[in-house]
């Protein structure tokens, strides 16, 4: 293929079992579970020092 040359894909339609579904949406909401954690130890970390700077 070319450099010049590009390809257009559309998805139509997504075949997956209602049950393989539910099933990656819950693997999902648990690894988005750390990620959480992690923000909120920098937020916490971040206001902390913010705080700590603006405080008279």
């Known amino acids: 293929m070319m450099d010049s040359e590009v390809s257009k894909v559309e998805v139509t339609d997504i075949k997956m079992p209602f049950l393989s579904m539910v099933w990656f949406m819950v693997k999902w909401a648990i690894a988005s579970i750390p990620a959480i954690i992690i923000l909120w ?15 008279i």
């Open 41 to 55: 130890l920098l937020f916490v970390m971040f206001g902390g020092l913010i705080g700590g700077l603006t405080h």
